[in-house]
């Protein structure tokens, strides 16, 4: 069969992306603006900040895409573009440009729902491993700045033959994101935006044990939903996470410990500093805030994995994706390496660069829908809260 290109594009939060991925898993080109910079002084991404830089930045990333993939876009067999979930206006500006662009090129459009590339991003460089084989069903635990979700994904039979992959909600968070977690926790103890990647070079500084915060307990609520059951009976106990308790007893502990003036204090040490590194963050940072730092994300690392493993012992999967922003974590990887292993559990993680938003994820999930022609309509728009099945 011939190379079939697909241009993706991704703006559901605040990193403007494009890609060309040949076949569904040869990354041509993988073109990410992050806005970083610009949601910083503000601890968290503002909306309204974020459809601007999309829009200042969607032209340039396509043509570098296309760019440095040796490509123009008259090679390019379909575009995939974020249909959400995520900004309502930050996708919008990929869906309106994307959907410009088909139509003027005459090329099909796929819509292709965030969490669906996420899961993909795995996919796609275990393809490029060689690896064909994965056992189904896979529970595939999607963690970030937005969504703390676990879907159990299965193979499911499409036009012309070809297969693509049908989804079910096992469990999600009911209240924070993980990532969510970890980037206002850094806020609380100033430390910087985002959290996640900050916390994560602090805490080997800290004692994991120096604070113990209880587990989320969750009482038995709510259950699995779907009219098709694919593996899971609808009506079967749900895998839920919770993650505001943990941010509220940091906070708690921050006061039992009264280290407001050292929060402070730090807050106008590195406010003077552009973008401040590593090494300077940790520099100012004491003992406790590091040992608080570290305990935080032990913690959170333990209830993604107990909850995780306890899922895929009872819905028996064989293969297990972690993947989204905080899959970047490396004390998640190695906790995650070392109990699904112990189980037997096959455990796969994109590349820490595929574990953040990109579009080289939304163009390998177009793929098998490329195949199977399955096409979005013209009049689809942007969906904030699109669910996953
Ligand atoms: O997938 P992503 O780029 O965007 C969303 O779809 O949300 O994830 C961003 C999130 C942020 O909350 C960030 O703090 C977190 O992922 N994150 C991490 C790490 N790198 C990014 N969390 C923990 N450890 C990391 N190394
Ligand atoms: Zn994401």
């Known amino acids: 069969m011939r190379d079939l290109y697909i241009l993706g594009i991704e703006s559901s939060c605040d990193e403007t992306a494009a890609a060309v991925v040949r076949s569904g898993e040869h990354v041509e080109s993988n073109v990410v603006?992050?806005?970083?910079?610009?949601?910083?002084?503000?601890?968290?991404?503002?909306?309204?900040?974020?459809?601007?830089?999309?829009?200042?930045?969607?032209?340039p990333v396509v043509r570098q895409a296309l760019t440095e993939a040796h490509r123009t876009y008259e090679d390019i067999d379909a575009i995939a573009v974020t249909q959400g979930p995520g900004?309502?206006?930050?996708?919008?500006?990929?869906?309106?440009?994307?959907?410009?662009?088909?139509?003027?090129?005459?090329?099909?459009?796929?819509?292709?729902?965030?969490?669906?590339?996420?899961?993909?991003?795995?996919?796609?460089?275990?393809?490029?491993?060689?690896?064909?084989?994965?056992g189904f069903p896979v529970l595939a635990l999607v963690v970030s700045g937005g969504h703390t979700h676990l879907f159990l994904a299965q193979e499911r039979a499409a036009g012309g033959g070809r297969a693509t992959w049908a989804y079910q909600n096992v469990g999600q968070t009911r209240d924070d994101a993980a990532g969510e977690a970890f980037d206002k926790v850094a806020k609380l103890l100033a430390l910087g935006y985002p959290g996640g990647p900050i916390i994560e070079k602090l805490a080997p500084h800290g004692n994991a044990r120096a604070v113990e915060f209880g587990r989320a307990r969750m009482k038995a609520r709510g259950k699995v939903r779907g009219k098709k059951p694919r593996g899971v009976e609808p009506g079967a106990a749900r895998f839920d996470f919770s993650f505001s308790g943990i941010k509220t007893a940091v906070l708690r502990e921050v006061e039992r410990r009264d280290?407001?003036?050292?929060?402070?204090?730090?807050?106008?040490?590195?406010?003077?500093?552009?973008?401040?590194?590593?090494?300077?963050?940790?520099?100012?940072?004491?003992?406790?805030?590091?040992?608080?730092?570290?305990s935080f994300q032990r913690s959170v690392v333990d209830d993604l994995v107990s909850k995780t493993l306890a899922a895929a012992r009872a819905l028996e999967v064989e293969t297990l994706f972690v993947t989204g922003g905080v899959a970047a974590n490396f004390a998640l990887r190695a906790e995650f390496e070392h109990q699904?292993?112990?189980?037997?559990?096959?455990?796969?993680?994109?590349?820490?660069?595929?574990?953040?938003?990109?579009?080289?994820?939304?163009?390998?999930?177009?793929?098998?829908?490329?195949?199977?022609?399955?096409f979005a309509a013209p009049e689809f728009s942007a969906e904030a809260s699109l669910p996953l099945r």
């Open 340 to 374: 699904a292993g112990s189980e037997g559990l096959a455990v796969y993680f994109p590349s820490r660069q595929l574990s953040t938003d990109n579009a080289a994820m939304i163009a390998a999930a177009a793929y098998p829908k490329l195949l199977a022609e399955e």
């Open 87 to 134: 900004l309502a206006g930050a996708l919008l500006v990929g869906v309106t440009y994307a959907k410009a662009l088909a139509w003027g090129l005459g090329k099909p459009l796929i819509a292709v729902n965030h969490l669906e590339g996420h899961i993909h991003a795995v996919l796609l460089e275990e393809k490029q491993k060689g690896n064909r084989e994965l």
């Open 259 to 294: 280290m407001k003036p050292a929060i402070e204090a730090r807050r106008a040490t590195l406010a003077k500093l552009t973008r401040p590194t590593a090494d300077q963050i940790l520099a100012a940072c004491d003992r406790e805030t590091l040992d608080l730092a570290a």
């Open 33 to 59: 603006f992050s806005q970083i910079a610009t949601h910083q002084p503000y601890g968290g991404v503002v909306p309204e900040l974020a459809s601007r830089e999309h829009l200042r930045g969607i032209l």
